[in-house]
């Protein structure tokens, strides 16, 4: 069968290389893709937001399923075009992709349904987002109520910071139109974990689970990035929080979303706080996370076509989705001064070293080829994935395996995975 995935990050090449190993698969295209992900597809030069141009594609080569890695074209509906044209598609309709593309929407679902997550209030205006401020308990925590590419995010310690945070956000319209609306919570503490589900209308299906590290910095300081590395599984995720998540999180989740009409088919991303109370949602994604795909898919066994057929046709109950019983961490290689600014075009060394090694896998986040030779061509440049028997082998040989890779400017946190040393 022929398979188009749509996205051009470390995700969307985790995904390639996963789909890759279907014995089912004859035939990848992913629009728009990456140097890495060449090596599996066939990249096509369509944008991920060019829903009519991907359908015809999709039509005039006879695809036989589209995957969307993205969260932008998820929100915007691209499911619903393809349904309408009669093509079939792995991933949300718009009307369920909302779950990720509002805040708002995702935090009344919650409260609506009893489902855990941090006590809010939604404003759409600024000047009652200021008022609620003067009562407010500190640190608290400011939302855009939209997509943000992860940024749209604030921590305020004071209420000066907060009352900026709302200017920023809802005045100055820093998020764009994200800023319509806004979420203000509760700051919660406690251990971040993220769990990728799989779910078909009814039936969900959590994969293994994972952490991410959002600061640029070790040790979490500094700004918050996309995601500077990832290890799987979290040894935090114990049987007893996975049971109480699947009973009052998981499965609640997705019978309010098929309650609301909103029928949820694709991925469903849990970011969960584990809090002296339990476990809390911080919030929901309607798509593989980026870098958690790059640890999460390495270490699954089922053949993820099956997984996807499932989902679309509902029959994801009849599926026994398998996890090696190893780990896997990947440290994402970074252009120095990302996610400020950063110079990009140098030339990559090594990438070769990775071919044929089992275990061991580099994802490209930001490259690009030049004259035939692959270049630096974003903040995050690649990911660098090892596994492991345990998390602490597996750590071993990401950092080890950093190393055969060279550019000039590369940067990378020294301490991802370090929380491992706590569990
Ligand atoms: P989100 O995009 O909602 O996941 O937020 C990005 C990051 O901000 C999360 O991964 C957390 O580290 C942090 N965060 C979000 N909401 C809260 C909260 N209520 N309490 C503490 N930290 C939060
Ligand atoms: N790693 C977080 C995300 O994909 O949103």
């Given amino acids: 069968m022929k398979v188009l995935i749509v996205g051009s990050g470390g995700r969307e090449h985790a995904i390639a290389w996963k789909v890759a190993q279907s014995p089912k698969v004859d035939k990848i295209y992913c629009a728009p893709g990456n140097a890495g992900i060449e090596e599996y597809a066939e990249c096509v030069d369509i944008k991920a937001m060019e829903f009519d141009r991907l359908a015809a594609f999709a039509k005039e080569h006879q695809v036989d399923l589209t995957v969307i890695g993205m969260d932008d074209p998820l929100v915007g509906g691209i499911v619903d075009v393809f349904e309408a044209e009669g093509l079939r598609v792995f991933g949300p309709r718009r009307n369920a992709a909302i779950l990720e593309g509002s805040k708002a929407f995702s935090k009344d679902l919650m409260k609506k349904y009893s489902i855990p997550t941090a006590a809010y209030e939604n404003f759409t205006d600024a000047q009652s987002a200021l008022d609620y401020l003067e009562t407010a308990k500190f640190p608290i925590v400011l939302k855009a109520d939209g997509l943000a590419l992860g940024k749209g995010v604030l921590i305020c310690n004071t209420i000066a910071e907060a ?7 809802m005045t100055d319209k820093k998020f764009g139109s994200a800023g319509n609306c806004m979420v203000i919570e509760e700051f919660m503490t406690g251990r971040e974990v993220s769990v990728l589900t799989y779910v078909d209308g009814k039936t969900i299906k959590p994969m293994t689970s994972a952490q991410d590290h959002k600061r640029a910095g070790d040790g979490d300081t500094g700004l918050n990035t996309g995601g500077m590395g990832t290890f799987s599984p979290s040894p935090f995720y114990t049987d007893e929080v996975d049971a109480f998540c699947r009973k009052y999180i998981y499965q609640p989740t997705v019978d309010a979303m098929a309650a609301e009409g909103r029928e949820f088919k694709g991925i469903i991303f849990f970011g969960l706080m584990l809090t002296a109370d339990g476990p809390k949602v911080l919030e929901y ?37 398998q996890f090696e019983d190893n780990a896997a961490v990947c440290v994402v290689l970074a252009s120095e001064g990302y996610p400020v600014s950063y110079k990009k075009g140098f030339p990559i060394h090594g990438l070769e070293t990775f071919r044929d090694m089992d275990g061991y896998y580099v994802f490209h986040a930001g490259t690009a080829k030049h004259d035939g030779e692959i270049v630096t061509n974003g903040g995050r440049v690649l990911g660098v994935t090892a596994k492991g028997s345990d998390l602490k082998e597996a750590r071993k040989n990401a950092y080890e395996a950093i190393d055969w890779i060279s550019f000039e400017n590369k940067y990378y946190r020294n301490d991802i995975g370090k929380a491992i040393d706590e569990a």
Avoid: H
């Fill in 163 to 169: 009352r900026d945070g709302v200017r920023e956000i």
């Fill in 285 to 321: 994604n309607a798509r593989f996370g980026d870098p958690e795909a790059q640890v999460v898919l390495p270490r699954m066994k089922t053949d993820i076509i099956d997984v996807f057929n499932a989902c679309i046709d509902g029959t994801l109950d009849q599926v026994d989705l």
